[in-house]
């Protein structure tokens, strides 16, 4: 009976090992500017400084969209949110597809009305290359 104490918290420690070793940055990356872009981005978009925000997307991104439908996306999310409060947190992990890396910041937010999440993907030049919000 006592063997399974000891048990979990070795699985324990084994999966939190697992998970840090996990969540280092690829070369070129550093886990402050990919959140100080990610908060940088969304306090321009709560200003509704759309052309700034604009400026900070990835070539491929302003290529598939105009400003003006940044704004027609962003705007009536934003206004059913209501005023931002407060950040209430964040996670930046470290991913990659097609062999590409890239770093993920999800960024919880407070507003008026309810909390919302969004997922900013950065590229290694680090402009915005994916955006969600939640």
Do not use: W
């Amino acid at each position: 009976m006592k063997k399974r104490y000891i048990v979990i918290p070795a699985s324990m420690a084994l999966l939190l090992g697992l998970c840090a070793a996990n969540s280092a940055m690829p070369e070129g990356f550093e886990k402050n500017q990919a959140l100080t872009l990610s908060k940088n981005f969304i306090t321009k978009a709560n200003r509704r400084a759309y052309e700034n925000c604009y400026s900070l997307l990835s070539p491929a991104m302003r290529d598939s969209m105009s400003c003006a439908r940044l704004e027609s996306i962003l705007s009536p999310v934003l206004d059913s949110l209501g005023d931002f409060v407060r950040f209430k947190g964040f996670s930046v992990t470290a991913k990659q597809t097609k062999g590409q890396p890239y770093v993920q910041c999800i960024v919880k937010c407070q507003y008026e009305n309810e909390s919302a999440d969004f997922t900013i993907s950065i590229g290694k030049d680090l402009m915005i290359s994916g955006l969600s919000i939640h």
